[in-house]
Structure formats: structure tokens, C-alpha cells
């Protein structure tokens, strides 16, 4: 297919343009600041999850684009615990101000939250620690 604003053929089978390392990366660093960040604000265990979608849509209607759509989402999910009281809270703005701003929502609703023996992180030695792509 031909890239018209820029006039070069574009090659949709390449994964030269899809290195996710710079996101890992990202992410990777982002979550080390942030679990800093809970503990240094009185949690006890702290778990971030995160994703990262990019996807593309084209309808065609009588051989011809329709619509072409373009989306691209990001998300961060915080888990943790003030001793046996669990918070949670999640966001899609990765912005440093926008995350602490989720971390002590998170923090908040474990001030209020009935203590839970059972609860908490599993052990380090039970946790996947291996990423492959």
C-alpha cells in the first residue's frame, strides 16, 4: 500500500516501527517511581498493572474507505494495602501529578476499608517475574 502524504509504500507485515522496549521501559520506570512514591506515603504492599493498546479499524463500503480510525489507549491500575486495608484506583492520564493523584485516591479508600486477614500480596517466591514477549 502507498503512503500518499508521504509517498513511500508501507509494509503492514513489518514490526520495524512496533519496538515496545522504549514502552517497557516506560512502564518499567514508571511503576518503580510509583511504588516508591505509595510506600513513602504509608502503604505496606503496593501492585501497579498496566496496559497499552494501539489498534486500527477500516470499514469499506463499495470497494472504497469509509472510515479509517485510529485509537491508541493507555491504562494503569493501582493495587494497595495500609497493613490488611486494600485501595484501589485506576487511571488512564500517565502523567507523574495524575498518578500520585491515583496513588493517594488509592491510599484514601484503604483508610476506609474493613481490615481483611486474608489480604495482601502473595508471597515474592509465588510471583511470575519473567516477561517475555
Given amino acids: 500500500m502507498l503512503d500518499k502524504s ?13 519496538s515496545l522496549q522504549p514502552q517497557i521501559q516506560f512502564f518499567e520506570d514508571t511503576a518503580g517511581w510509583l511504588i516508591d512514591y505509595a510506600l513513602s506515603k504509608g502503604a505496606t504492599q503496593v501492585e501497579i498493572g498496566a496496559t497499552k493498546s494501539t489498534g486500527l479499524s477500516v470499514s469499506v463500503r463499495h470497494q ?41 485516591a488509592a491510599l484514601n479508600i484503604a483508610k476506609y476499608t474493613q481490615a481483611d486477614e486474608c489480604s495482601g500480596l502473595p508471597d515474592k517466591a509465588l510471583m511470575a517475574v519473567d516477561v517475555r514477549i
Fill in 64 to 104: 472504497e474507505i469509509e472510515t479509517l480510525e485510529y485509537n491508541r489507549d493507555n491504562g494503569l491500575g493501582i493495587t494497595l494495602y495500609r497493613g490488611k486495608q486494600k485501595g484501589v484506583a485506576t487511571t488512564s492520564d500517565l502523567s507523574r501529578a495524575e498518578l500520585k493523584k491515583s496513588i493517594d
Fill in 6 to 18: 508521504k509517498n513511500k509504500q508501507i509494509d503492514y507485515n513489518s514490526t520495524a516501527e512496533l
